[in-house]
Nanobody
Framework: EVQLQASGGGLVQAGGSLRLTCAAS????????IGWFRQAPGAEREGVAC????????YYTDYMKGRVTISSDNAENTVYLQMISLEPEDTAVYYC?????????????WGQGTQVTVSS
């Protein structure tokens, strides 16, 4: 059974930083792709960042590029999302997700999410 446990969310002022952590079990990073989505109330799901096992390169969505860094500790099966210069528009539930085929659509497995709230 694959489990993705996200943590690290919270309340931060605009301009602040947070680091999210995703602890994965039942899924190793050699298997495919892992990354982060977010979903704000009333909005659609948006991709944030992804790492693919095929090339180990990070991929970032344009609207967060330069403000987020995704990294992984393969030995610990953990992936991180460092976020800086946060804006109120970044307020959302952030989900860790994974994909067996190595696609950054991250369709196969989802964690429970961690709330990020950015105050103005």
């Amino acid at each position: 059974e694959v489990q993705l446990q996200a943590s690290g969310g919270g309340l931060v002022q605009a301009g602040g930083s947070l680091r999210l952590t995703c602890a994965a079990s039942g899924f190793t990073f050699d298997d495919g792709a892992i990354g982060w989505f977010r979903q704000a109330p009333g909005a659609e799901r948006e991709g944030v960042a992804c790492i693919r096992s095929s090339d180990s390169s990070p991929y970032y969505t344009d609207y967060m590029k330069g403000r987020v860094t995704i990294s992984s500790d393969n030995a610990e099966n953990t992936v991180y999302l460092q976020m800086i210069s946060l804006e109120p528009e970044d307020t959302a539930v952030y989900y860790c997700a994974a994909d067996r085929e190595g696609l950054c659509s991250l369709d196969d497995y989802w964690g429970q999410g961690t709330q990020v709230t950015v105050s103005s």
